[in-house]
C-alpha cells in the first residue's frame, strides 16, 4: 500500500502477509465519522469516503495475537470465541468446534464470566434434558410436558450449547468487534481474562490486550482471520505434551 503523488492510495503491495489482509479485504474500515480515535494510528488513508487501515501494521498486531494464542495451545488453555455478528456466526462455530473451544454464535448473556456458576447449572441442565431425551426418557411425561420440555431444550441449546465444554472460566476471549461485544469485554476486564479482538476503525483498541486492526464487517475479513487464531492454537498444542485446563 502507499500513497501516490496526487495523494491518493494505491492499494498495491509487495510483502506476502500484507497481499493475504489485502485479498481478503482486511484493510476496510468505516466512514471517518464513526473512528474511535485510538484507532488512527492504524489508519492509512481514505479511499472512496472509506478509511483504509495500514495493514503493514495490522500485520504486526495480528502476529503479536498469533504469539499469544500459540502460547495457549501449547497448554490446552480454553479460548472463548464470542461473536453477534450475522456475517461471523457460522464460521465462529465451525472454527471453535474445530480446535474444540467453547463459543457464542449469537448474543452474549451478561454473567457468563462473572456469574459463571449459574450459567453452568444451565449448561448441565441442557446436557441433561437432551440425554433423557435421546434415551427416551421422558415418555414418561404428558404430550404438552414433553412439548414444553422441548421448547426449554430449544432456548437453552440457542444460548448455551457452544459453552458446553467450558468446565471453568476461559483462559481468554476471542470477539469479533470489541465494541458490539462490550459487556463480554467489561466482563473478561473484571475477571482478569486478557482478549484478543478484530476491531474495526470504530473500536476502542484500549480496551484489549491484543486488539487486531482490520475489517469486522465482511464475511471473508472475519473467516480469515478466524482461521488465523485457530492455525496458531493447532501450532501450540504440536510444540509441548498438552495438558488440559
Do not use: W
Amino acid at each position: 500500500m502507499e500513497k501516490t503523488n496526487n495523494g491518493n492510495i494505491s492499494l498495491k503491495t509487495d510483502n506476502s502477509a500484507v497481499d493475504a489482509l489485502f485479498s481478503v479485504g482486511a484493510h476496510f474500515g468505516f466512514v471517518k465519522s464513526r473512528r474511535h480515535p485510538s484507532t488512527k494510528p492504524f489508519i492509512f488513508g481514505v479511499k472512496n469516503k472509506i478509511e483504509i487501515f495500514d495493514l503493514e501494521k495490522t500485520s504486526v498486531s495480528l502476529n503479536e495475537a498469533l504469539k499469544f494464542v500459540e502460547e495457549l495451545g501449547t497448554r490446552n488453555a480454553k479460548i472463548l470465541f464470542i461473536s453477534g455478528k450475522n456475517e461471523a456466526k457460522s464460521a465462529i462455530t465451525l472454527v471453535a468446534e474445530s480446535i474444540n473451544m467453547p463459543y457464542v454464535a449469537g448474543r452474549f448473556i451478561g454473567g457468563t464470566l462473572t456469574n459463571f456458576p449459574e450459567i453452568r447449572k444451565r449448561v448441565e441442565k441442557l446436557e441433561t434434558l437432551v440425554s433423557q431425551k435421546e434415551k427416551g426418557e421422558l415418555g414418561k411425561y404428558t404430550k404438552k410436558e414433553r412439548l414444553l420440555i422441548d421448547r426449554d431444550i430449544d432456548k437453552l441449546r440457542e444460548f448455551f450449547f457452544g459453552l458446553s465444554v467450558m468446565k471453568n472460566l476461559p483462559s481468554a476471549l476471542f470477539v469479533i468487534d470489541s465494541k458490539k461485544e462490550s459487556i463480554a469485554v467489561k466482563e473478561a476486564q473484571k475477571m482478569g481474562i486478557p482478549v484478543v479482538g478484530l476491531c474495526g476503525t470504530d473500536n476502542n483498541l484500549n480496551e484489549i490486550e491484543f486488539p487486531i486492526p482490520g475489517n469486522d464487517a465482511s464475511r471473508t475479513s472475519i473467516e480469515f482471520f478466524l482461521q488465523k487464531i485457530a492455525e496458531s492454537y493447532k501450532a501450540g498444542q504440536l510444540k509441548k505434551p498438552a495438558t488440559t485446563i
